[in-house]
């Protein structure tokens, strides 16, 4: 299959990359280069099979490009900061929204078919429902990010049924792993590094959400997509998450003993009943039933991905 990696050089997508060349596939990678970075992607650039251009998507043109002759894209293209929310909301719209309406118009064009895309367990919003499965309503995101995401899936599901183009939605938990550049563990090694006996946690640290590595992540999307493809459905929407959370404050108490210190925490209390940030979700697990009915299930749960996260971001594994 030749396929099509929007953000591929970032940190979900070069592991996607990672794996998708590994199992034989052509792949093309569309990356500004923004928040992702060529380094991920080194043991490919020169590889036959492989193509990198570098290019933003919000140009129409590009996108035309970026999808000629591909059998399948593969869309992890975004901002994926939900904290900018409150400054930036038009950099969330079109980097999440306005970004894939232009793929969706250029596969249109080019006639591309399939589709897999990275959404967000923010779609869910403050569900009333725990875990969260996939048909939860009303979706009430609470922040412009979360909003996008569903605004993208949105979109999406309208071009599917309408262009017949087979469209599957991974509604991902707390994604973590080596390459990863912005999110908790890697802010609270960052912080340390810089003071080792005092860490800030935004918040009341009793933020409790799932996290999931990326080994796994990649390959739930590859799995399920693979399972999507045989179906007769045009569309189809799924959790990936794994089934335990962990909070904040657990996971400062695991960066600070891998890095080896006992510093002294403290809580910034943060915004509206102890959020980090505006729109930021105190509690989010997702129900991956209908996931684990197709075959896939997670290896590691929150605290192990936490454990081996840190590690791999230390350069200890
Ligand atoms: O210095 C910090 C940084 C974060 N946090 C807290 O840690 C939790 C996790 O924050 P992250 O920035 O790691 O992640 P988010 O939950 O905001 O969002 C992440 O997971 C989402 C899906 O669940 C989206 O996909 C999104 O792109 C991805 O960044 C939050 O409750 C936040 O308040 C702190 O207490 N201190």
New binding site residues.
């Given amino acids: 299959m030749k396929v099509l990696v929007t953000g591929g050089a970032g940190f979900i997508g070069s592991h996607l990359v990672d794996r998708l060349m590994e199992d034989g596939h052509e792949v093309r990678v569309l990356d500004d280069l923004s928040a992702g970075s060529l380094e991920n992607l080194k043991g490919w650039i020169d590889h036959e099979r492989f193509e990198f251009m570098h290019g933003d998507l919000r140009r129409r043109d590009i996108c035309e490009k970026a999808v000629k002759g591909v059998d399948a894209v593969f869309h992890l293209a ?1 901002n ?4 900018i929310g409150t400054q930036s909301p038009e950099l969330l719209y079109e980097t999440n929204v306005l970004i894939t309406y232009n793929l969706l118009e250029a596969m249109r064009k080019e006639d591309v078919k399939a589709l897999a895309f ?1 959404s ?3 779609v869910y919003g403050e569900a009333k429902t725990i875990p969260t499965p996939e048909d939860y309503g009303p979706l009430e995101p609470i ?1 412009v ?1 979360g909003g996008a ?1 569903l605004a993208a899936e949105a979109l999406i599901s309208g071009y599917a049924h309408t262009f017949d183009v087979k469209a599957v939605v991974f509604r ?5 792993g080596k390459r990863s550049n ?7 090694i960052n ?1 340390l590094k810089k003071n080792p006996n005092r860490l ?4 009341d ?1 009793t ?1 409790r ?2 996290y999931l590595h990326v080994s796994d992540t990649v390959e739930a999307m590859l799995y399920l997509f693979k399972e999507f493809l045989k179906e007769d459905k045009i569309y189809d929407a799924y959790n990936i ?1 794994s089934e335990d959370w962990i909070t ?1 404050k657990e ?2 108490e695991i960066v600070s003993r891998e890095m080896g210190l006992n510093p002294e925490f403290y809580f ?1 209390g ?1 915004v509206d009943g102890g ?3 505006k729109g ?3 509690v ?1 697990l997702l129900n991956i039933e209908k996931a684990k009915a197709k075959g896939w299930k997670p290896k590691m749960n929150s605290y192990q991905a936490v454990e081996k996260t840190v590690r791999e971001l230390l350069g200890k594994e």
Avoid at 80 to 83: L, N, S
Avoid at 172 to 176: D, E, T, Y
Avoid at 182 to 188: L, R, T
Avoid at 200 to 203: A, K, P, V
């Fill in positions: 975004a994926p900061e939900v904290r990275t967000s367990s923010t922040s990010y995401k991902l938990a707390n994604i973590i912005h999110g908790v563990i890697y802010d609270f912080k800030e946690i935004l918040g640290g933020q959400k799932s998450g904040v996971i400062a910034t943060g959020r980090g940030w930021d979700v105190k989010m």
